[in-house]
C-alpha cells in the first residue's frame, strides 16, 4: 500500500500522495499516523534493524488528500522547514465547490477558533476572542457543468480553514 504512495524520494527527503482520511501526524484519536506507517515501511524495505529517522515538513489536515513532504535526514529537515517558513516552497490547494455566483478571484478574511471537543473550526467575519485571523486568496481555474475548481493561496494555516472560510461564504467543498 505504502509503495504506491510514493510520488518522490531520494537520500534526503520522500513525498508521498496523502489519501482522504490519512492522518499525517499523530493525535488524541490514537490513529496510527502516516509519520509511523511511512518509518515502518522504510524499516522493512530497507532491512533497516535500528529506527528509522523520517521528519515532517509540513501538516495537511486529515480530510485533505495531498502531496506531504518527509525529510530523510535532520540536516534536510531544517533546510526544508526554513523553507517553508520562508516561503520558498510553494503550497498550492485545489477544492471542488458547487458553481455558484462567485468573483473570479477573491482575498478572504475571517477570523478561525479550533473547537477542540469536535476538531472543527468556528469561523467569524469580526476579531473574536481566541479566534485567529485566517486569510486565503481563490481563484476559479476551470467551470464545468455543476461546479467550479478553485485555486487556493493561503496566507495562513490554520485548522481546517480552506473548508471552514468557503464554507463560510457560501461555497462549501464537495465531499
Not at 528509522?52 to 495531498?66: A, C, E, K, M, W
Not at 526544508?80 to 477544492?95: D, F, G, H, S
Amino acid at each position: 500500500m505504502m509503495e504506491e504512495q510514493i510520488v518522490y524520494e531520494d537520500n534526503h527527503l520522500l513525498v508521498i500522495n496523502k489519501k482522504v482520511g490519512q492522518l499525517v501526524q499523530g493525535d488524541k484519536t490514537g490513529d496510527e499516523p502516516l509519520l509511523d506507517s511511512i518509518k515502518d515501511f522504510i524499516k522493512k524495505r530497507d532491512d533497516k534493524p535500528g529506527n528509522v529517522f523520517l521528519g515532517l515538513v509540513h501538516r495537511i489536515d486529515r480530510p485533505t488528500s495531498g502531496l506531504v513532504i518527509y525529510a530523510k535526514t535532520s540536516k534536510a529537515l531544517s533546510r526544508l522547514t526554513q523553507m517553508v517558513k520562508n516561503r520558498e516552497i510553494k503550497k498550492t490547494y485545489w477544492a471542488v465547490v458547487a458553481k455558484e455566483m462567485i468573483p473570479q478571484s477573491q482575498r478572504l478574511v475571517h477570523y478561525l477558533k479550533k473547537n477542540e471537543k469536535n476538531n472543527k473550526a468556528s469561523v467569524f467575519t469580526k476579531v473574536t476572542e481566541g479566534a485567529k485571523e485566517s486569510i486565503l486568496t481563490y481563484t476559479i481555474i476551470k467551470t464545468l457543468d455543476n461546479y467550479h475548481l478553485l485555486e487556493i493561496d493561503l496566507e495562513t494555516g490554520r485548522h481546517h480553514q480552506i473548508r471552514a472560510q468557503l464554507s463560510k461564504t457560501g461555497v462549501p467543498i464537495k465531499g
